[in-house]
């Protein structure tokens, strides 16, 4: 059969999410985060989750990522279900599948850049070296700097080059530039960008922060623990045209 040269090729669907619910607590104390999320996510797009506090933005990536698991719904990776799957499997999940960057570095202070990438790498199936992680992300000249030594900015850098190391299929963002000034959280952002274009590596961030949506393919409103409505960018923004 002859392809047809205009046909447009729709990505792999990565999460499929279904009525997704997340409930903390008991009784009087009970709390629920989320609230029946309907949501998919594809291969290589770069998604920016977006809204208030208490919306459900880091309990929804916490269960996209394995770090926790829903009270009820449908929670599909590539067709498998993980809403059944024990700590054994999730553990594995997590390991090799996704990477994660939070707000607070998290790296070793004795530790060189090169050495706390290579932590990573250590457990991964097939890493990329740590040098090549962080010329990735712009710090091929600190790879023997210690945390100390770096700025913030610098050491957020390593911490994504840390996630990105063992090639994930997944990157999961939760304010990755809530500690940083304008300037340098937007290096952080085209950090981020960089390797969602190069690795083609499905990719969410949580902000509260709407400039930060136009770097994105789609954004996502939460509220109150639902996809309120989501929003589809024609072009992505470079981080660095941002008007903050």
């Known amino acids: 059969m002859i392809e047809d040269p205009g046909q447009v090729i729709e990505p792999a669907q990565v999460f499929r999410v279904r009525g997704l619910t997340k409930v903390y607590g008991m009784g009087a104390a009970q709390v629920q985060a989320l609230a029946g999320v309907d949501l998919d996510l594809y291969e290589g797009e770069l998604a920016v989750l977006l809204g208030p506090s208490g919306s459900g933005k880091t309990t929804l990536l916490n269960n996209l990522g394995g770090l926790d698991v829903p009270t009820a719904g449908e929670l599909l990776y590539r067709g498998t279900d993980l809403t059944s799957a024990d700590e054994d499997d999730l553990t594995t999940f997590r390991r090799e599948r996704i990477g994660f960057i939070f707000q607070f570095y998290n790296l070793i ?35 023997d700097h210690f945390p100390a030594q770096l700025s913030g900015g610098e050491q957020q850098r390593v911490a994504i080059a840390r996630a990105i190391a063992k090639r994930p299929e997944v990157l999961l963002c939760d304010e990755p530039t809530g500690a940083l000034d304008v300037r340098t959280g937007i290096v952080v952002l085209e950090a981020i ?25 789609r ?15 024609t072009t992505r923004v470079p981080a660095s045209t941002l008007n903050w």
């Open 219 to 233: 954004v996502i409103y939460l509220s109150d623990g639902r996809v309120h409505h989501v929003r589809k960018n």
């Open 193 to 217: 960008q960089q390797v969602n274009r190069e690795l083609g590596t499905l990719t969410v961030v949580i902000t509260h922060n709407a400039v930060m949506a136009d770097i994105a393919d």
């Open 109 to 143: 202070p004795s530790l060189t850049a090169r050495e706390n990438v290579a932590l990573i790498t250590e457990i991964a199936r097939d890493p990329m070296p740590a040098e090549e992680a962080l010329e990735m992300v712009q710090l091929g000249a600190r790879l």
